[in-house]
């Protein structure tokens, strides 16, 4: 058994629409009963600590993963009262997953704190793992020669034509595929919503809601060989 961290935003605000944001409940459930049905231990991080802002989309409240982990009283307690990053250690964990969802995009890149976890996650030979707007976690991780964590890597994530297809792309900080190539990463992509994953040196990233599980997947799948 291995301990696994689930990352999600603390970020509730959707730029200057007024609307809410915050971490996609769907992209935490699918992984938290991934983890958990391969006998692993799953905690729950975010930025600032406390409880974190939850989002459903549309379509996603009758998902029976989402129905269950709204009430599924182990996660709940743990999302009530998440521990900020800068108090939790990279030593205690396998792998490290960063919850998609709009909020991901305002405090994900910049968190010192989120950086070291998944850092010091892979430098252990751990798993550093992402989907949709999660892999906005990744865009600031340096390894110790000063490299980009994601530099000449195949990533993938929500993509520039999803968030059109959304109305969002003058709402975004930035478009999260078009930084991720700045930094060097080989984007790699599926058409809209269509579930696709990467899988580069333990880094598994995946593009968007339908992909949270089989990225899940893949990590448990790479930490039998850990």
């Not at 909020?103 to 252990?124: K, N, Q, T």
């Not at 990533?155 to 297809?165: A, D, R």
């Not at 269509?194 to 809601?209: L, M």
């Amino acid at each position: 058994m291995a301990r696994i961290l689930l990352a999600v935003s603390s970020h509730d605000v959707l730029g200057d629409t007024g609307d809410r944001t915050g971490y996609s409940v769907s992209e935490a459930a699918h992984p938290y009963f991934v983890f958990t049905a391969a006998g692993h231990e799953v905690d729950f991080v975010s930025v600032k600590g406390g409880e974190p802002p939850a989002v459903v989309f549309d379509g996603e409240e009758d998902e029976p993963e989402v129905v269950a982990f709204l009430t599924d009283k182990t996660a709940q307690a743990k999302l009530a009262a998440t521990r900020p990053a800068a108090r939790v250690g990279a030593e205690d964990y396998a792998a490290i997953f960063y919850v998609g969802g709009h909020g991901a995009m305002w405090d994900f890149p910049d968190s010192p704190d989120l950086a070291r976890l998944a850092v010091g996650v892979y430098g252990r030979g751990g798993v550093v793992s992402a989907v949709c707007h999660g892999p906005a976690g990744l865009l600031n991780l340096r390894l110790p020669d000063g490299s980009y964590l994601i530099d000449g890597k195949r990533i993938s994530s929500f993509t520039n034509e999803e968030e059109h297809s959304l109305g969002l792309v003058g709402v975004m900080p930035f478009l999260l595929e078009d930084e991720l190539i700045k930094r060097g990463a080989r984007h790699a992509k599926s058409p809209n919503y269509v579930a696709h994953t990467e899988n580069d040196q333990r880094v598994i990233t995946g593009q968007n809601p339908a992909s949270a599980a089989l990225v899940a997947e893949q990590v448990v799948s790479e930490l039998k060989h850990l």
